[in-house]
């Protein structure tokens, strides 16, 4: 079974896609997802300059091998554009055999573990009132867990929380890829932000009771001291996680918060290789891993990730936001399915104009996802819809503090 076509297509529906299309001799197709947010056409270049030539000719059945040659025989190894690049290669090729089983891909990594999939969405408000509308709506849709992030008093907009009140639970107008030519500037006040969220938690504990499954993301914006303060502060409301709490290169940050706090920790969204968790699993420093599919090398290397984390008690929160694409989202809940220390998925849903470019067998059922059983991921492309969506510039915006200084988020 050898590969004969391999296509790069970009596409904008609601936001930017890249899609890497896999097309046999025998005529199976295989879609990957290599979307890196606001880096799109960088990704989409690497494929078609130096990964398209190099897959014509090869046997679609070889994932492993291709991988190996893909990763060490580039020699540059890591970083996020070549590892979306290689997980579209792999998640796409995961689809073929797959198809050529006429298996859906979960059967192919040990089968089912479980019966579905436990998901959380986002929910989010300016002040408490319109968190709890959205916390109402998250519910009312089916989810059990949900992700709690609010506005900050004297700052303006900040990254999660959404504008205007979320219409059906399933409007995310926060989005942080704004289609713009230059990146959207936001502000920023740590001590602020300290102050208010254990505040939040416990107005929405009050109001929804100890049941209620909530997460936070702090999204990389804490020093060690500053995340260490809140993970303790957060203790006496119970979160399931405490996301990305500070910047993600320095592993002996999150010793220092684990040292003081037993808030459960999250961490991995811009990681891209096993090499990035080493220290981290191996000294039992976090609680679930965040990678999505699409940014750790694709569904062999996340799979290798997961099976590591395993001997240390650690569980996967796959990174599951709108600008992973309905192909990287089929991966996640075909290995979310199958590994054993499966913990959480995250479930934002993507628009109406995604959803009909991107044509899906998933179902989401009283807050659990299952990817559905036709052969494959169950993912097909619509071309003649995507042909109305050509790419647009987008960028996810800047911090900066108060002063102007660029700050981390
Ligand atoms: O900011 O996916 O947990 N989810 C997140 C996301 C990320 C975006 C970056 O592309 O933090 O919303
Ligand atoms: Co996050």
Not at 95 to 120: E, F, H, M, T, W
Not at 392 to 400: D, F, G
Request: hydrophobic content about 40%.
């Amino acid at each position: 079974m050898k590969i004969e076509k391999a296509e790069v297509l970009v596409s904008s529906p609601d936001r930017n896609f890249v899609t890497l299309r896999i097309t046999t001799d025998d005529g199976l197709v295989g879609l990957g997802d290599g979307t890196l947010n606001g880096r799109e056409l960088s990704v989409a270049s690497y494929l078609e300059a130096h990964v398209v030539p190099l897959l014509i000719g090869r046997d679609a059945h070889r994932i492993e091998d291709t991988w190996q040659y893909l990763y060490r025989g580039a020699y540059w190894r890591r970083g996020p554009v070549t590892m979306a690049a290689i997980a579209a290669v792999d998640i796409a090729l995961w689809d073929i055999k797959a198809k050529a089983a006429n298996l859906p891909l979960y059967q192919l990594l040990g089968g089912a573990s479980r019966d579905g999939v436990r998901a959380y969405g986002h929910a989010s408000g300016v002040d408490i009132p319109e968190l709890f509308d959205s916390i109402r709506e998250h519910q009312a849709l089916g989810y059990q867990a949900i992700r709690v992030q609010t506005g900050v008093p004297g700052l303006g907009s900040v990254y999660g929380v959404a504008s205007s009140p979320t219409v059906g639970g399933a409007r995310y107008d926060y989005e942080p890829a704004r289609r713009t030519a230059l990146p959207v500037e936001e502000k920023w006040d740590t001590a602020a932000y300290l102050r208010h969220v254990p505040t939040v938690f416990e107005a929405v504990r009050s109001e929804f009771g100890p049941e209620l499954t909530l997460l936070h993301d702090g999204h990389h914006r804490m020093t060690p001291i500053q995340a260490a303060k809140l993970g303790k502060s957060l203790e006496p409301y119970d979160l399931f996680w405490l996301e990305d709490c500070t910047p993600g290169e320095n592993a002996e940050a999150l010793r220092l918060v684990r040292q003081h706090t037993v808030t459960p920790l999250a961490i991995g969204e811009v990681f891209n290789t096993v090499w990035d968790y080493q220290t981290l699993i191996t000294d039992q420093l976090i609680d679930y891993v965040r990678s999505a599919v699409t940014h750790a090398g694709g569904i062999s290397a996340l799979k290798k990730i997961m099976d590591f984390a395993a001997q240390f008690q650690i569980k996967s929160g796959i990174h599951g936001p709108t600008d992973i694409s309905p192909v990287g989202m089929a991966a996640a809940l075909h290995l979310d399915l199958a590994i054993h220390n499966f913990g959480i998925q995250e479930y934002m849903r993507h628009g109406d104009a995604t959803n009909e470019v991107f044509i899906q067998s998933f179902r989401f059922e009283d807050g659990y996802l299952h990817p559905g059983d036709l052969p494959g991921l169950g993912v097909s492309y619509d071309d003649q819809v995507a042909s109305k969506f050509p790419y647009q510039s987008a960028y996810l915006p800047v911090n900066r503090l108060q002063d102007g200084t660029v700050h981390d988020w």
